[in-house]
């Protein structure tokens, strides 16, 4: 949803304040500052402020704005974790866009100052109106919100309740048995053989 601006023929207020709030046509580019694509929008912007003297921009920056990014001590280039030449915008461009963006905060600041002064009334109207429109959003996102809180504290409450009770059921690994003792074998006893004349016998050798 686009917000537009309305006209106000009897506003005092600056009207080229109104140029901040037209909506603008989205485009897809490369690197961007300040959501801003550097080579389709931030060059020519600083290549008309350079033209107007209002900047100096170095002509370097402005003719290479994006540039292969370098490793500061040993100067080699860098890469992405995806194995893509990492780049960066030059350091003259970069801070003229930091620039504008300072201004333009500053400007709007000041254009806040001039309605709250000039239009006093209208604008705590418009603020009662506002804080009014939204309550409803606010006590929704309350109530949801706690609601949300209480069933994630209730659902990690019966995970660990069940994990302790599966803890409990735990069957026991049995032990092992133990090897019993290495009996040492007897050893054959050989019988006697009879003597048939009444010597003594001999013992049989066992085979």
Known sequence: MT???????NNSVDPAFAAFFKPIARTRGGKKLWAADVETFWVGKALASNVMGYTD????????PIRAARDQNTGE??????????????TGLREYVSGVQENVFASLNQFEGMVRE????EFERIVQMADLAGKPVRDRDTS??????KARQEAA???EAAQAVACTQVVPEPEPKSKKPHQRKKAATVPEVPA????????????
């Open 57 to 64: 921009v170095p002509l370097e920056d402005l003719g290479a």
């Open 144 to 149: 949801d919100t706690e609601a949300a809180i």
């Open 196 to 207: 048939s004349n009444g010597a003594t016998p001999e013992p049989v050798s066992a085979s």
């Open 77 to 90: 280039v860098k890469f992405t974790q995806s194995g893509r030449v990492a780049t960066t915008v030059a």
């Open 157 to 159: 409450a019966q995970a």
């Open 3 to 9: 917000t537009a601006i309305k006209n106000q023929p």
């Open 118 to 121: 000039e239009r006093a009334a």
